[in-house]
């Protein structure tokens, strides 16, 4: 190599180590993405939201809670450095039925929830196309009953709030370019705040570009708790719709 082409030599090296160094850190910075997602649930089980109320047995499905859904709003997120990820989910929604006790005698019901999950945990399995992340943390719940009986004006209320710790394990699998699977299960309560809990997604999931997916699957949610009078033993589980924003 002669003398001349020296720099120039140089100059292509600390050209490739430069972008090496970028991409590097592109690689050690935070990466995260949001989640908005509709879940189409049904419920059953045994419920006695006021204490001294009688317990309820029921089992409606997604049609039947649509038919009293006034509002629900469910949103997951993610952030991810190196092999170290946060997970967080937020749920709220509210229902409201009435029904007659006797003739000209209404009785209305109101039910409110709010579930907000946040774990943090490592990845342990990372293969080129399979990846596990192993977590813990915590779900916090608050569930507000209300009947009322207007014409006899006649009441009730309670509010009930808890936290569960959780173990979680999340499984990322690709299959195509633009393919790939979601499994999320885990478990919880041990009589910390439920009695019990626990929870299985599996989602496939669509890339239409490096930023946007979109998510189609199945979410089975279930908790038992008996405490101070009130009882909720109930599983949810219906298919989801979602759609996945990466920055």
Excluded: C
Excluded at 118 to 138: I, K, M, N
């Amino acid at each position: 190599m002669t003398t001349r082409h020296v720099p120039l030599a140089l100059g292509l090296v600390l050209a490739v180590q430069g972008m090496a160094s970028e991409a590097r850190a592109a690689d050690d910075g935070w990466r995260y993405q949001l989640t908005p997602y509709a879940w189409m649930a049904g419920v059953s089980g045994d419920v006695r939201p006021l204490a001294g109320a009688p317990t309820v047995s029921t089992s409606r499905s997604f049609g039947d809670v649509l038919d009293d859904l006034e509002g629900a709003f469910f949103l997951a997120g993610s952030a991810r450095r190196d092999r170290w990820v946060l997970f967080g989910d937020l749920t709220w929604a509210s229902l409201s039925h009435e029904s007659t006790l006797a003739p000209g005698v209404a009785v209305q019901g109101k039910l409110r929830q709010r579930s907000l999950t946040a774990a943090a945990g490592y990845q342990v399995v990372s293969e080129p196309d399979h990846r596990l992340d192993l977590l813990a943390g915590a779900r916090a719940w608050r569930i507000e009953a209300e009947v009322g009986v207007p014409a006899l004006a006649l009441g009730a209320r309670d509010t009930e709030r808890w936290v569960d710790p959780i173990l979680a394990a999340r499984l990322r699998s690709s299959w195509r370019p633009a393919w790939t699977t979601l499994l999320h299960a885990d478990v919880g309560g041990f009589g910390v705040g439920a009695d019990s809990t626990w929870q299985l997604v599996a989602t496939g999931n669509y890339a239409v570009n490096e930023t946007l997916y979109l998510s189609a699957g199945y979410r089975h949610l279930a908790v038992d708790r008996d405490e101070a009078g009130t009882r909720l033993d109930v599983a949810m589980s219906g298919p989801l719709l979602g759609a996945t924003w990466r920055f």
